[in-house]
């Protein structure tokens, strides 16, 4: 069945190395996509967000790539800090057209920054 | 601003007791959706709402019911809880998606844990 997903369930780095977090999707249909950061205890928080008509987003450190050829989405944080430490969730809207209906979110990737 | 609040914080159910969980906030923001988060899992939509008196279902609306009377207000009900539904839920609201925002922020509140005996 179609779904959203992350290629490593865990990923290590040590401080001020860059961290890339994949994603893969695989309905192509979907126009919008968000990276979620996820503290332990705490409600998901935004990242950044990419449509379907770019190839990539930049923000404060971070980076959001999209690959529509093979249904890829990647999120690259500069400089990882400990603060970094999190989960890291992709979702994607699935339907075309205005609303932010349907929603789905990947099961996530759990980022340990060491020092 | 508060952003998005969730009463209570904490609840223990028996199998058939009914709930309503509360969300509010104060953004002014159109869309409003509930989620449920089971470990090791992400996030699955149970019911969104694009704006007040508006409802759709998500990707696992059995056993919950809502309803969208305010812009501000999106309670979630629990008809008959289930030990199934031992989960932690949580609420967003953003700008509804219409237009050419260049972004949609979702803004998260700090879930409930809900355990059902």
């Known amino acids: 069945g179609e779904s959203v997903g992350l290629h490593l369930p865990t990923l290590s780095v040590q401080e001020g190395d860059n961290s890339i977090i994949n994603c893969a999707y695989s309905n192509s249909a979907s126009d919008y996509f968000i990276w979620y950061k996820q503290e332990s205890g705490k409600g998901p928080q935004f990242i950044i967000d990419?449509?379907?008509?770019?190839d990539k987003r930049q923000g404060q450190r971070v980076t959001v790539l999209l690959n529509k050829t093979v249904k890829h989405l990647s999120l690259q944080i500069a400089a990882t800090q400990p603060g970094d430490s999190a989960v890291y969730f992709c979702?994607?809207?699935?339907?075309?057209?205005?609303?932010?209906?349907?929603?789905?979110f990947g099961r996530g990737t759990q980022l340990t920054v060491w020092p | 601003n508060a952003g998005v609040t969730q009463t209570p914080k904490f609840q223990v159910l028996k199998t058939g007791q009914s709930m309503t969980l509360q969300c509010a906030q104060d953004m002014n923001h159109e869309y409003m959706s509930w989620y449920r988060q089971d470990p090791g899992m992400g996030l699955r939509l149970i019911h969104y709402s694009v704006g007040a008196g508006i409802t759709d279902q998500g990707e696992v609306p059995n056993g919950y019911n809502v309803s969208r009377s305010t812009t501000e207000d999106f309670p979630l009900r629990l008809l008959s809880a289930a030990p199934s539904q031992t989960s932690v839920y949580f609420c967003?609201?953003?700008?509804?998606?219409?237009?050419?925002?260049?972004?949609?922020?979702?803004?998260f509140g700090p879930g409930t844990r809900l355990t059902v005996t």
């Open positions: 990419i449509r379907s008509n770019m």
């Open positions: 967003a609201s953003s700008y509804s998606g219409i237009g050419t925002r260049s972004s949609y922020e979702q803004y």
């Open positions: 979702a994607e809207k699935r339907s075309r057209g205005s609303t932010l209906g349907r929603l789905y």
